[in-house]
């Protein structure tokens, strides 16, 4: 059923368009007009407030009567994260495709239809739609295209994703919710999700490509990611990434060059955890250990054993 009309399509799928809400009360409701101006006709509405500290769930609640939308609205009573409220999304979605999207952005008009066209034009074997981004800033000012540094890729883009030949904005993507049956959901151990949940689709799914500017895509001079960032530091960045690629070597049906490049990466990263001195080694060695992943650098692996028989 569309969330504007209350109509059911059923000769189109339909689109759950899942939006989160997390302290951007400037900017919520250009956000929420631009999901009510899509030209897809069957688009089901989900918002989830993370308990935002400013008026946030006030101006969904005054835009909602409004504008008189069928909807899911939900109201967290503490904050969760990003990784956790887009599984929360994962699990209430009705829709045969989902779009999960920021209220700091502006959804373009076309997005949801040319997408949905081009996914339903491809076989179930592709399990996303990304498209370039054009960003703005906090003023709404024009500053080119976010993924213009970037090839254009499309089929199975894991070697090109893993090298960083290709880049989205996340909020541009188009999920076949089906997918998720075989990637899994969201990993609630990783302080954001998208590498680590893309890794996984681009080794299970192929991609198609948009081209089409589908998000106005904010950046910000600070932002609720940036200050969780500078709290958190170059550490868990680290640890979230051995984490994510050891996981993503189980998912990699072939493609050993990509394999071999991710443990040698996880080597990397735990060379920087140990000229750092960081404590995720004593959570990380073990537990690398247990997965039957032994490439852990020699002086790494004594010195945290060491450490553990020390400690008892």
Known sequence: MDFRTGKIHSALPLVTVAVSSYNYSMYIEAALDSVLQQTYPHIELVIIDDCSADACPQIIE???????????YIQHE??????????????LAKGKYISLFATDDIMLPEKIERQVALM?????????????????D?????????????????GDILEDYVHQRVGFATPTSLIR??????????DERVLYEDYNFWLRMFACFK??????????????????VYDQWRKNNSERYYRDRILSNLQALHYI????????FLRKKISQYLKALDAGKSAYLHELV???LKRGYYKIPPRIYMKTLNRMVNNG
């Open 286 to 288: 073990p537990y690398l």
């Open 253 to 260: 049906k072939g493609h050993n060059s990509v394999k071999t």
């Open 207 to 224: 991609a198609c490509y948009c081209d089409y500017p589908c998000i106005l895509y904010r950046v910000k001079k600070q932002s609720a």
């Open 78 to 91: 503490y904050n969760k994260g990003i990784t956790k409220t887009s599984n929360e999304f994962v699990q």
């Open 177 to 186: 919710m089906s997918a998720y049956a075989v990637t899994g959901l969201y």
């Open 120 to 136: 339903e034009a491809k076989g179930d074997d592709y399990g996303v739609c990304y498209a370039f981004a054009n960003m703005i």
């Open 62 to 72: 005054a835009w909602i009567k409004k504008h008189n939308v069928r909807c899911t």
């Open 138 to 154: 906090e003023e709404g000012t024009m500053h080119g295209n976010y993924n213009s540094q970037h090839q254009v890729c499309e």
